[in-house]
């Protein structure tokens, strides 16, 4: 066994092999095949999927989650495959877990924990690696007594006559406890570091690039910005955030900002551990949701990324749907029948470069929605005039004229007018240009504030889904 970054790392052994089940509610989102992101999670572990069962169920059962019948075809799979896990695409309660493991004599696990695991594997940056042992311990604390099964072998204890087992796993849950706490507080201290980091760069506009996991955002940032950040055609390939320097054409630089991946489901802990990690988007000013439009589960894709995003309380800002991918989409008119469904999104592909400079363009705009034109009047030695409106706007021209004045005509964000004045200038707007930069921006604009707005008011309705 060898340890690296927390992870534990088989060397020459096998990997594993795995039955997954998934029981299919009426709530449940149906893919096409079923079970195709689990087996997806699964090979991002490094498992070997070698079984699959599903079942339809009005509501799961108590003891087992699956019925009788069909945890006995999954007891037949596993000991006929000799599969070491039975890997459930739902969440299992503890009761549930063990009994199912008692039942097939396999490993059992369910859909958090393997993402969790996944989460493992992949932290790198220690930031990442806290949110994930936090995430792993508030999961853990819970399950504590399915874990250890030695208890069930103790004598009935009563008033004094407590057996050793029971007094570790007290012990086990205040240690655990305690190291939630220290957790908690690191990375409430990285949080506010990261969001007085995110204010201090406010001289810059920043975009942020959101969306499900393996939707290729890694792979834009490098078409964007040549950041040659790591990409990997995985789920989960990287877990921090990236910030890079965006050149705009004729704009200048903003910030262009990576985020951790969303999936359905996500784990509330991972949600609450990753907090900080997500301050970046959090912060933006526009905000880059990016889609596969190659998967055929693309539409349940999108809505899942808006409920994260509604669910860490970020669906408010202003955002582009991007349909990427669509170099691997043999028919084009499923392209035709996306943009369809969703007639402001803009499809492109990062990896061949098709409608990357209309996604720059259109980054440009609406940046720029919030801008006024204006003329800014100063002395000549007033060089802090100068250089803030050329750091912070787009100067048009220059004119000196009488007792040692300048006029700088320009293009700024309102909010910087007053900051302007206070630096000893004066400000006069000019009549807005309907026709010019400040022109009608909505068919590229989506501001979906909740489910409903984001599947079935700006974007189009959802498609009905099955259970």
């Known amino acids: 066994m060898k340890r690296r970054n927390g992870t534990t790392i088989r060397l020459g052994r096998e990997p594993e092999k795995a039955v997954l089940v998934g029981v299919i509610l009426p709530t449940t989102t149906v893919e096409d095949p079923p079970l195709a992101e689990l087996a997806g999670l699964a090979d991002a572990a490094g498992i070997d999927v070698v079984g699959q069962v599903t079942q339809r169920r009005l509501a799961p059962d108590a003891a087992t989650f699956i019925g009788r019948g069909k945890l006995e075809d999954v007891k037949k799979l596993v000991r006929s495959l000799r599969a070491d896990l039975v890997i459930f695409d739902n969440d299992l309660s503890p009761a549930q877990g063990r009994n199912i493991e008692k039942e097939v004599g396999a490993r059992v696990l369910d859909r958090t924990q393997l993402i969790l695991d996944i989460f493992a594997r992949r932290a790198q940056t220690y930031e990442a690696q806290l949110a994930v042992e936090l995430a792993q311990l508030e999961y853990t604390l819970p399950r504590l007594k399915r874990m250890w099964t030695h208890l069930e072998r103790q004598t009935k204890g009563g008033v004094g006559l407590r057996g050793p087992g029971e007094k570790q796993l007290e012990m086990d849950r205040r240690l655990i406890a305690h190291r939630i706490h220290e957790l908690r507080s690191e990375l409430q201290v990285i949080h506010r570091r990261r969001q007085r980091e995110v204010i201090a760069r406010k001289q810059f506009k920043t975009v942020s690039l959101v969306g499900y996991t393996n939707a290729g955002k890694s792979t834009l940032m490098n ?62 000013d526009l905000l880059l949701h990016v889609a596969d439009g190659s998967n055929p589960a693309v539409l349940q894709q999108i809505s899942s990324a808006y409920r994260v995003l509604e669910e860490i309380g970020i669906e408010g800002k202003d955002t582009i749907l991007v349909i990427n991918k669509i170099d691997r989409i043999a028919d084009r ?116 504030r909740t489910e409903r707005e984001a599947t079935g008011g700006l974007l189009g309705d959802a498609p009905e889904e099955t259970g």
């Not at 990690?277 to 912060?283: G, H, K, V």
């Not at 006024?372 to 220059?398: C, L, M, P, W, Y």
């Not at 000196?400 to 700024?412: G, P, Q």
């Open 333 to 448: 008119r499923r392209v035709d029948t996306l943009l369809e469904r969703y007639p402001q999104a803009l499809p492109i592909s990062a990896q061949t470069g098709e409608g990357l400079a209309q996604l720059t363009q259109m980054v440009s705009e609406l940046l720029a929605r919030k801008f006024i034109e204006v003329d800014v009047e100063t002395t000549v030695d007033n060089a802090r005039v100068a250089v803030f409106v050329k750091t912070h706007g787009e100067v048009f021209s220059q004119r000196y004229h009488h007792e040692n004045r300048l006029t700088i005509r320009c293009r700024l964000p309102e909010e910087y007018l007053s900051r302007i004045e206070r630096l000893g200038a004066s400000v006069h707007r000019r009549r807005h240009n309907s026709s010019g930069q400040e022109r009608d921006l909505a068919y590229a604009l989506l501001q979906p």
């Open 223 to 284: 078409a964007l910005t040549h950041a040659n950040v790591y990409v990997e055609d995985a789920l989960f390939a990287t877990l921090d955030t990236r910030t890079r320097r965006w050149q705009l054409p004729g704009w200048g630089p903003v910030l262009l900002s990576d985020t951790v991946g969303f999936i359905r489901d996500l784990p509330h802990h991972l949600i609450a551990s990753f907090k900080a990690t997500l301050e970046e988007a959090r912060q933006a």
